[in-house]
């Protein structure tokens, strides 16, 4: 009896964040050496806005923040000085003096994939006492075929009453029966926000005390330990940040085993803060009835900071 095949068969395939942790998954699970790692989505849909942030989801992983934007990374305690960073398998250049590399530089709209190498490889630059962290950018040959990928955002602070835009466009496509592909990609942020702060440098302990001794809320005489607070300072502090990624990937595939690739990316971060403060300094000697709680804190005085003019502080 013959065999019937219907070659009309419609495939639907699925993408989304199941996929991509699964990718990851394979990924790590066919690597010779302890890796992690995160994909992006589709072109253009990282977890995260931003990479730190996006690294942090990873096991062992920790990061430091910039203006409420993770920064830096520490991996399996090991500070951002012991971590090597590359880009397309290349050290990347940034306004660090030291090794540390600062992520909030670099949009997650370029990113396609994150590996963090936690143990040496022959075929990963060394150097990373932590892990090795490997940004891969989207290259066309892996798009394969005209792809167009965009997406707009707006970013509302509450504290500074301003709405701040984000952009992305990316481009790919393939020529001459897939043997040269060219990719070009672009973002730009800008983010303005307001913090407002009040902080003191510390604590003295036992400093001498003008007219009347410290006392208890009840009115007794406090005979233990004594912290008046150095100072306290109210701040507020406006910050804009305006960040511009450009990438640009060309690939030739003169054959099926030799692929030339030439990539260029460009980042340009600009921060710009102010910062207002308002500062009380209080000098013991001149601190008049004083009036601690048990732990000998001190709730409410009098401080006199010229002869003439008392200024009551509770």
Do not use: C
Not at 9 to 27: H, K, N, P, Q, W
Request: no cysteine; hydrophobic share 35%.
């Amino acid at each position: 009896t013959p065999t019937v095949v219907n070659e009309d068969v419609e495939v639907i395939a699925v993408t989304g964040i199941r996929s991509s942790l699964r990718s990851s998954m394979l990924d790590k699970k066919a690597s010779n050496v302890v890796t992690d790692g995160i994909k992006a989505e589709d072109l253009g849909k990282f977890p995260d806005l931003n990479v730190a942030e996006s690294l942090q989801r990873i096991t062992g992983v920790a990061i430091d923040r910039s203006g409420g934007e993770g920064q830096a990374v520490t991996i399996r305690g090991f500070g951002p000085q012991f971590n090597t960073v590359l880009v397309n398998g290349r050290q990347q250049a940034s306004e660090d003096p030291g090794r540390d590399f600062s992520f909030d530089t670099l949009a997650a709209e370029m990113v396609k994939t994150l590996d963090v190498h936690k143990t040496s490889s022959a075929t990963a630059q060394s150097g990373g006492i932590g892990a090795t962290v490997n940004i891969e950018t989207a290259k066309p040959f892996a798009i394969n075929g005209f792809k167009l990928a965009g997406s707009v955002k707006a970013t509302y602070d509450g504290n500074s009453e301003e709405t701040s835009p984000q952009a992305s466009l990316l481009i790919s496509d393939t020529f001459n029966d897939d043997t040269f592909g060219a990719l070009f990609a672009i973002s730009y942020l800008e983010r303005e926000t307001k913090l407002n702060r009040a902080q003191s440098a510390g604590w003295r302990e036992n400093s001498s005390f003008g007219k009347g001794a410290p006392v208890t809320e009840s009115g007794d005489v406090y005979t233990g330990n004594i912290f008046i607070p150095q100072n306290f300072d109210s701040l507020v502090t406006t910050e804009k940040r305006e960040r511009t990624n450009a990438n640009l990937v060309l690939q030739y595939a003169p054959s099926d085993n030799l692929v030339i690739t030439a990539d260029a990316l460009y980042s340009d971060f600009d921060v710009k803060s102010d910062t207002t403060s308002y500062g009380h300094w209080f000098t013991s000697d001149n601190v008049e009835n004083a009036v601690v709680d048990e732990n000998g804190t001190i709730l409410s005085l009098i401080h006199i900071s010229e002869p003439t003019r008392q200024e009551a502080i509770s």
